[in-house]
C-alpha cells in the first residue's frame, strides 16, 4: 500500500500558473501508474493526467498543451506543473496510485482560478 499527501493548491486567476505535488510514503520506483483525478461542485471525477513508471503520459483533453505531469522516483513525488490556468479547471485535485489493482488517492488539495 502507499500513502499520498497532495500540496501546492490555492487560489489564482485566470492565466497563472500552479505546481502541484504529490508525496508517496514509499518508493514509486515499482508503482506503474500513477496520476491526478480532479473533481468539480456538482461534477463527475475527470481523469486529468496519468504516468507511467516508463514516463508514458496521458492527458484529458481540456489539459493538454497547459499541464505537464512528471514523476521523480528519487523524490517519490509526482508533481503536475499547471499553466495557463483557466477557471473551468476550478476543482479539488487528487493524486492516485494503482498498486497490485488497488487504487490509491490523497486527501486532494483545492485549485481555484479565478476570472
Known amino acids: 500500500q502507499v500513502q499520498l499527501v497532495e500540496s501546492g493548491g490555492g487560489l489564482v486567476q485566470a492565466g497563472e500558473s500552479l505546481r502541484l505535488s504529490c508525496a508517496a510514503s514509499?518508493?514509486?520506483?515499482?508503482?506503474?501508474?500513477m496520476g491526478w483525478y480532479r473533481q468539480a461542485p456538482g461534477k463527475q471525477r475527470e481523469l486529468v493526467a496519468r504516468?507511467?513508471?516508463?514516463?508514458?503520459?496521458n492527458y484529458v483533453g481540456s489539459v493538454k498543451g497547459r499541464f505537464t505531469i512528471s514523476r521523480d522516483n528519487a523524490k517519490n513525488t509526482v508533481p503536475l506543473q499547471m499553466n495557463s490556468l483557466k477557471p473551468e479547471d476550478t476543482a479539488v485535485y487528487y493524486c492516485?496510485?494503482?498498486?497490485?489493482?488497488?487504487?490509491?488517492r490523497g486527501q486532494g488539495t483545492q485549485v481555484t482560478v479565478s476570472s
Open positions: 492516485f496510485a494503482l498498486v497490485a489493482n488497488r487504487e490509491y
Open positions: 514509499r518508493s514509486i520506483f515499482g508503482i506503474n501508474d
Open positions: 504516468i507511467t513508471s516508463g514516463g508514458d503520459t
